[in-house]
């Protein structure tokens, strides 16, 4: 069965940092996009990060460039999200979830994304 974990969220100050897991099990992480998504409470969910597969692009909303970093380790099956200088606009729940289908290039659009995670409470608060 193909899964996906999150793990790492919590309580950080402004300004503070955070990783995010997301552990793969059932399946070879090394074929699949992954994408970083978040909601926020009465917000949609945001595609916020992706990976590629294949040369490992990436890509970043323009909420989190410069701030927001997505790496892969294969091997290991997981996807890690690495947060700095973080936000109270930040808050939100974190999910992971994986593209079933071959681009060129990662895009997070959530609606072609499948076997989403449970997600990851961040929460960004003095």
């Known amino acids: 069965q193909l899964q996906l974990a999150e793990s790492g969220g919590g309580l950080v100050y402004p300004g503070g940092s955070l990783q995010l897991s997301c552990a793969a099990s059932?399946?070879?992480?090394?074929?699949?996009?992954i994408g970083w998504f978040r909601q926020a409470p009465g917000k949609e969910r945001e595609g916020i990060s992706c990976?590629?597969?294949?040369?490992?692009?990436?890509y970043y909303a323009d909420s989190v460039k410069g701030r927001f970093t997505v790496s892969r380790d294969n091997a290991m099956s997981t996807v890690y999200l690495q947060m700095n200088s973080l936000r109270p606009e930040d808050t939100a729940v974190y999910y992971c979830?994986?593209?079933?289908?071959?681009?060129?290039?990662?895009?997070?659009?959530?609606?072609?994304?499948?076997?989403w995670g449970q997600g990851t409470q961040v929460t960004v608060s003095s």
């Open positions: 979830a994986l593209l079933p289908t071959v681009r060129a290039a990662c895009l997070p659009l959530y609606n072609e994304y499948t076997n």
């Open positions: 059932g399946f070879t992480l090394g074929y699949h996009d």
């Open positions: 990976i590629s597969s294949g040369d490992f692009g990436t």
